[in-house]
């Protein structure tokens, strides 16, 4: 990447760089809560997916530097395959939101209180295959929302990444059963020609007599068991008939009218401007061996005859 390629003349990768962020994702949960205002008094959080960190960083910052008072009673705990470079307030684990063991290792951060608050900026790596892509990232998502479940107080807020696909409309209506409002938010800094988004699901409300369960086998038809998802609505009147209830989620885009474009770059880096250094170096890239071995001359080429 050159010295003027485009990600380094983006203003939200400088802007993350100057206030000490690690990731210009940062400002996509800070202009999603300026809208929201779902940190305003929150005590117990949860940051799934959470690598290099930046969320974390914006939740630490949140609640105990704009909010000093009781710091005891706080608790931010943040999730990732990834290492991760320690944050100052933010237990880190390092685990895969997939695996069972990783919720009760959440759990016993929280002493058996409840969060409230849990976000989910996950995304898997991409192979390029679309389909597969999609399946994985659900599968994300629904493992995201059955930790929430057993994680999140009544009336509890929990935000995720989604990727607004074919099928997105199933998926606020599942939803819909389990908060009292969901809403899909674009924050400004999410690059408009990306399918990302992110629900906002506000106020925790599970259905009397329903139990959250943990387990990624289990199909969302039978996760959602009781929630009456999957109920053919014409049913009744047209036996043959199968459609699946789906509902539309209000679309907010958020960031303020003050807020940059997540596409605005500057035109040129000016030549008296001096690169920032990453605020934090990857802790293990995939890459990284490619480096050494590069340094080393030891990188070379296959070629199949
Ligand atoms: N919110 C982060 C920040 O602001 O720095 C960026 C998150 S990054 C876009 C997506 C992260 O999802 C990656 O660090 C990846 O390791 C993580 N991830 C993907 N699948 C995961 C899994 N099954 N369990 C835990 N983390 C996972």
Redesign the pocket.
């Known amino acids: 990447m050159g010295k003027s390629s485009k990600d380094k003349r983006d203003l939200y990768y400088r802007k993350a760089k100057e206030q000490g962020y690690?990731?210009r994702?940062?400002f996509k949960l800070l202009q999603l809560d300026e809208q929201f205002h779902f940190l305003d008094n929150v005590t117990r959080v949860v940051d799934l997916?959470?690598?290099?960190?930046?969320?974390s960083q914006v939740l630490s910052r949140r609640l105990f530097v704009d909010n000093p008072q009781n710091k005891e009673s706080k608790r931010i705990v943040a999730?990732?395959?990834?290492p991760m470079f320690p944050i100052d307030h933010v237990t880190t684990i390092q685990?895969?939101?997939?695996h069972p063991k990783t919720l009760n290792k959440i759990m016993d951060l929280f002493e058996g209180e409840k969060a409230d608050f849990v976000c989910s900026?996950?995304?898997?790596d991409v192979t390029g295959l679309h389909d597969l892509d999609e399946y994985v990232q659900q599968q994300?998502i629904l493992s995201a929302l059955q930790l929430t479940t057993c994680l999140l107080r009544e009336g509890g807020v929990f935000v995720a990444k989604i990727f607004r696909g074919r099928d997105i409309d199933m998926l606020y209506s599942q939803l819909s059963f389990l908060f009292e409002k969901v809403v899909c938010a674009k924050p400004k800094s999410s690059r408009g020609t990306s399918l990302e988004s992110f629900v906002v699901c506000i106020g925790y409300k599970p259905p009397t007599n329903w139990k959250p369960q943990l387990d990624v086998n289990m199909s969302v038809e039978d996760f959602f068991q009781g929630c009456e998802i999957g109920r053919l609505c014409l049913e009744d009147k047209l036996p043959e008939y199968h459609e699946e209830p789906r509902s539309i989620a209000e679309f907010i885009s958020c960031g303020g009218l003050d807020s940059f474009d997540a596409d605005a770059t500057y035109h040129d880096v000016p030549a008296d401007s001096t690169a920032l250094d990453p605020v934090q170096p990857p802790t293990n890239p995939p890459y990284k061996r490619a480096l050494e071995l590069k340094r080393k001359g030891k990188l070379t080429r296959t070629t199949y005859v």
Request: proline share 8%; with cysteine.
């Open positions: 690690r990731a994702s940062a997916c959470a690598a290099p960190g930046s969320w999730v990732d395959l990834q685990a895969d939101i997939t900026d996950g995304a898997p994300l």
